[in-house]
């Protein structure tokens, strides 16, 4: 192992610069060449990449989002895709590659083992927490932090006006910001992928709430549930009381990470380098109970039933917190 490349894939998240920091740094520190890879498995097949250096990560620890950019690539999903994205890595002379993203970046990485024994090691980079293998993903803290702010300031305004606000939050499939806010933000209700609902029952506890002198009420909901401005009308229509929809959208991809996900990010950073070094491949690095723990993509990518587990937990106490 003498040059290895490093890529951000997938949908953003804070903290992945301090990932990109801390793999180039310790790869250096190690006697390794780095190549950094712009925009993802894209830049991969295009061959877009430049040495990195020390000096290349400086005062990046602190930025959200990622200077290697990232996107998603429909090209790489297709077998052609893949052997122009082998091709590159022949042509730099890379002999591994580090992919900071999520469950799609794991796969495709995954899918790259398998077809041309790429030897690569995967970071977990997504505000969803949804990676089985790592108690925490990359930027999962610092996008819960920047949605308990925005519905701190919310109850203030719910407070002040009597009112219902419905927040809805990211997460299409996993429930992680969704019920770590409600808890966190004292949410009357959360709506959440997989958790059916039923707006009737929610409605008839609005209206006995008012009847008891509770006046105002703050309903988190998934993206992947339903849209705000939908659970909104629906409210009105059956209570009749004031209610207004906040979409948080991807501000909460944005800002400056954590010191959580600075220290997560620096691990798991040099984590995955010496990984690299050891000749480990086709998995990920995570932290489980703050020990590293080495993870097959196939089994990172599955679902972690401790943490389905653990959320209906959290959410039957946001119910019992709220009354």
């Known amino acids: 192992m003498k040059k290895i490349g490093v890529l951000t894939s997938g949908g953003d998240a804070p903290g992945m610069n301090a990932a990109i920091r801390s793999v180039v740094r310790c790869a250096i520190h190690n006697g390794l060449e ?3 890879i712009f925009r993802g498995y894209e830049g991969l097949i295009n061959n877009e990449m430049k040495d990195m250096s020390a000096r290349s990560v400086s005062n990046i620890l602190s930025r959200g989002g990622t200077v290697l950019k990232t996107s998603r690539s429909e090209e790489f999903m297709t077998k052609e895709g893949r ?6 890595i022949k042509k ?4 591994g ?4 993203g999520g469950n799609g970046s794991f796969q495709g990485a995954h899918v790259l083992w398998q077809e041309f024994k790429v030897p690569n090691i995967g970071i977990p980079g997504t505000i969803d927490n949804d990676i089985n293998g790592s108690d925490y993903t990359i930027g999962s803290h610092t996008a819960v932090n920047t949605a308990l702010d925005a ?4 109850r203030d305004t719910v407070t002040s006006m009597e009112r219902i606000y419905v927040v809805e939050v990211m997460g299409r499939k996993d429930p992680f910001i969704a019920i770590t806010v409600g808890l966190a933000g004292g949410a009357e209700e959360v709506l959440f992928p997989p958790h ?4 009737d029952d929610m409605c008839d506890e609005i209206v006995e709430g008012r009847k008891k002198g509770k006046v105002s009420w703050i309903i988190v909901v998934s993206e992947g549930v339903a849209k705000a401005t939908d659970i909104v009308a629906k409210i009105k229509e059956k209570t009749n009381f004031s209610v207004r929809p906040v979409v948080l959208g991807h501000t909460q991809r944005g800002g400056s990470p954590t010191a959580f996900d600075r220290v997560l990010a620096s691990r798991l950073g040099c984590d995955a380098v010496e990984a690299l070094i050891k000749g480990k491949s086709d998995a990920m690095v995570g932290i489980v109970s703050h020990e590293l723990r080495i993870t ?3 089994e990172a990518c599955k679902e972690d039933k401790e943490k389905t587990l653990l959320e209906e937990k ?4 946001t119910k019992i917190l709220a009354t």
Do not use: H, R
């Open 34 to 36: 780095v190549k950094g």
């Open 83 to 88: 052997k122009k994205a082998f091709d590159t």
């Open 92 to 95: 730099n002379g890379l002999d």
């Open 97 to 100: 590659l580090i992919i900071i």
């Open 151 to 154: 519905i701190d300031k919310i």
């Open 196 to 199: 059916e609902y039923n707006l």
């Open 296 to 298: 097959p993509y196939e």
């Open 314 to 317: 959290m959410y039957k106490l």
